[in-house]
């Protein structure tokens, strides 16, 4: 149980264009939803967190104008970076939690590269 | 905010020796978790930790948590090359604060 998928799984852009990454939970109903980037050889750092019907909740130095979420559903969150840059390029990995205990089951991660 | 960080960053063990990874953390929480990462792969839960003095093992893999000294550590006996990954740390804080990671390769 408490499988969570990403599509796409890797995405190439032109500088630019917008990009939608689809979070699902497959299995669970989840309540939170935690989007977080990753560059090569670093730790994850959380973007930001939603629930659903709300507003997202983004972190210092994060855009909100530039990425975009959506949590739509307890099952479906999008991230969508709009007029991607090549610093945008980065790993993407969706968490979701579902009970009060909080623990995080994380998607498989997209991969954007933005040339 | 709350500070998590590993020790040590890069660890080179042998196939068969043992070593422990440590979690320090900068406050007060009561739930930790460990995760390994293999190389463009998202995240695999290992352990999860949910009280003082909690011990979890599987396989090889052994953690523990002492949330008086905030420290987690999380040990390998007779290391294999398949344990070779990046493992993380994160605790719970009203948010996921993860550690730096530690990316551990076992050499046969």
């Known amino acids: 149980g408490a499988v969570v998928s990403q599509h796409p799984s890797r995405v190439i852009c032109k500088s630019g264009t917008s990009v939608k990454i689809e979070c699902r939970s497959l299995d669970f109903q989840a309540t939170t939803m935690f989007w977080y980037r990753q560059f090569p050889k670093q730790s994850l750092m959380l973007m930001a967190t939603?629930?659903?019907?709300?507003?997202?909740?983004?972190e210092q130095g994060v855009e909100k104008d530039k990425f975009l979420i959506n949590h739509a559903s307890l099952t479906l969150s999008t991230l969508t970076v709009t007029s991607a840059h090549p610093e945008d390029s980065s790993f993407y990995i969706c968490?979701?939690?579902?009970?009060?205990?909080?623990?995080?089951?994380f998607g498989p991660g997209t991969r954007l590269t933005v040339l | 905010e709350l500070k998590v960080e590993q020790n040590p960053l890069f660890l080179s063990m042998q196939e068969g020796k043992n070593y422990t990874i440590y979690c320090n953390y900068s406050?007060?929480?009561?739930?930790l978790y460990w995760y390994r990462q293999d190389p463009g792969k998202s995240l695999e839960s290992l352990f999860v930790l949910l009280s003082n003095g909690a011990v979890k093992q599987e396989g090889r893999l052994m953690a523990s948590l002492d949330t008086k000294a905030r420290l987690s550590t999380l040990h390998i006996t007779a290391a294999v090359h398949d344990l070779s990954a990046t493992y993380f740390c994160?605790?719970?804080?009203?948010?996921?604060?993860f550690g730096t990671g530690t990316s551990l390769t076992v050499i046969p």
């Open positions: 939603s629930n659903e019907g709300s507003k997202a909740t983004y």
């Open positions: 968490g979701g939690s579902r009970d009060s205990y909080n623990e995080q089951f």
């Open positions: 406050t007060t929480s009561d739930r």
């Open positions: 994160a605790v719970d804080g009203n948010q996921f604060y």
